[in-house]
């Protein structure tokens, strides 16, 4: 009779879950093609997101951060590097400034308006009258 109890069956995977793997699976093999074989005619909304959002976090396990491989690189002598993050990180900064010392604007900013003043008690009795 312990033996019933301690023995579990396995459990049943739900519909959503089956779905996900199978989903997995795909991209999986849609990864393996290259970019070139894909016919994204072919393929649904849906897959073209989870291929894309796959590679964007293979992409983001590939590059190393910005400012301690530019350390390393220089170190080594390698003057001639390209580093794609070192001229967004010095313009990022800028933008910054620049937009904190901006005014905002839009299209009531040079309008000549006439300032509204509240209405007054004897004024709302005469509109409804």
């Known amino acids: 009779m312990k033996d019933t109890l301690t023995e579990q069956p396995e459990k049943k995977l739900t519909h959503r879950i089956r779905q996900k793997r199978a989903k997995v699976s795909e991209v999986k093999t849609l990864l393996e093609k290259p970019d070139h074989e894909i016919d994204r005619m072919k393929l649904s ?10 590679r964007e976090r293979i992409k983001s396990k590939t590059i190393p951060s910005g400012p301690s491989s530019f350390n390393q690189s220089s170190q080594f002598g390698d003057t001639n590097s390209f580093d794609p993050f070192e001229e967004n990180y010095d313009n990022g900064r800028r933008e910054n400034h620049m937009v904190e010392n901006a005014t905002k604007l839009n299209y009531h900013s040079y309008m000549n308006k006439q300032t509204r003043a509240k209405w007054s008690k004897s004024d709302t009795d005469l509109f409804y009258q």
């Open 45 to 54: 909304v849906m897959h073209i997101r989870l291929l894309h959002e796959a």
